[in-house]
Nanobody, 117 residues
Framework: QVPLVESGGGLVQAGGSLRLSCAAS????????MGWYRQAPGKQRELVAI???????NYADSVKGRFTISRDNTKNTVYLQMNSLKPEDTAAYYC???????????WGQGTQVTVSS
């Protein structure tokens, strides 16, 4: 089983919405709080939204009030609902471990989000 599989990206106009999904292997999902990260061209990968070990959520300031992370424990899947998208949200989005330990040493293929102005 592929450990992390992201999907749901696409091309959307500014102000639009997308919902990303990440199916994680049970061995990852069951023992780790999960999160979403993104990497824009020429920039470092950054945290977007994560679950903490205590079950709460943290968001990057740039997405607060627009993005919502959620999860379905029965499906080993974490979601990222993205509303009011902006061109600066354009990036490849990845899921990985959240919490204080940060991401694992490997990544999935990511899903591309492109927001046109």
């Amino acid at each position: 089983q592929v450990p992390l599989v992201e999907s749901g990206g696409g091309l959307v106009q500014a102000g639009g919405s997308l919902r990303l999904s990440c199916a994680a292997s049970r061995s990852i999902f069951s023992v780790n709080p999960m999160g979403w990260y993104r990497q824009a061209p020429g920039k470092q990968r950054e945290l977007v939204a994560i679950f903490t070990s205590g079950g709460s959520t943290n968001y990057a300031d740039s997405v607060k009030g627009r993005f919502t992370i959620s999860r379905d424990n029965t499906k080993n899947t974490v979601y990222l609902q993205m509303n009011s998208l902006k061109p600066e949200d354009t990036a490849a989005y990845y899921c990985n471990r959240g919490g204080v330990r940060g991401p694992l040493g490997y990544w999935g293929q990511g899903t591309q989000v492109t927001v046109s102005s």
